[in-house]
């Protein structure tokens, strides 16, 4: 079975800080992609990956960054955080040419506080 | 992509099929129809996909209408754990790196019933 782990899944932070959300996937799959979560507007995709070092913005990419050092980990860092960005946060992957059936994380529930 | 409708809720007792009717009718001939479901506090999780013929895996059945206008998710026995908010996605496939990104409308939130 595809595994996604996530680092945490609930996290309480402030305003302002540094945090680190990470994804490890063991199927090596080339595709890794974060999306946010939130009532009423569904899924977003803020990052997606194809390859070791490789990114690609997604549609809110604005206040995070992602880094992808070794193929079954891509994390999200969220420069400095806001109360706009508590939300659920999701890490998936796939496979480079089936980048349609993706496998999902448990899920980060980020408070910002 | 294709525009798809959902019922927003649906209800089935437990040990009876759940059928789950998508429509999309504006979806073009190299579009395929997807179902995710995501049980509430998880991550969404892949069902099943197709183009046009009925596929069938361990999970569900996907039928496809002949027009591919629409098409309907059965989970053959469907049980309390199945209680959750499945999502019928049409895609393009293999786009390469022009973005993998899925989207998910409202879906249909099932309830399954003892």
């Known amino acids: 079975d595809v595994k996604v782990t996530q680092s945490s899944r609930y996290l309480v932070k402030r305003t302002g800080e540094k945090v680190f959300l990470e994804c490890v996937q063991d199927m090596d799959h080339e595709n890794m992609f974060w999306y946010r979560q939130d009532p009423g507007l569904g899924l977003r995709l803020i990052y997606f990956s194809y390859d070791v070092k490789m990114k690609e913005k997604g549609d809110i990419p604005e206040g995070y960054s992602v880094s992808r050092e070794k193929k079954e980990r891509f994390s999200l860092i969220l420069e400095s955080a806001s109360t706009n960005q508590t939300s659920m946060y999701l890490c998936a992957s796939s496979l480079r040419h089936t980048q349609e059936t993706q496998y999902f994380g448990p899920g980060t529930r980020l408070l910002v506080l | 992509d294709a525009k798809t409708t959902q019922p927003p809720s649906m209800d089935c007792a437990e040990g009876r099929a759940a059928n789950l009717p998508c429509n999309h009718s504006t979806i073009s001939g190299n579009e395929y129809v997807y179902w995710y479901r995501q049980i509430h506090s998880q991550g969404p999780q892949y069902i099943i996909h197709?183009?046009?013929n009925n596929e069938t895996n361990e999970m569900a059945s996907l039928i496809i209408t002949e027009d591919r206008k629409s098409s309907t998710l059965i989970l053959p026995h469907a049980t309390l754990r199945d209680t959750a908010v499945y999502y019928c996605i049409v895609r393009v496939v293999g786009l390469g790196n022009q973005g993998g990104k899925l989207i998910f409308g409202q879906g249909t939130e099932l309830s399954v019933k003892p």
């Open positions: 197709g183009l046009k």
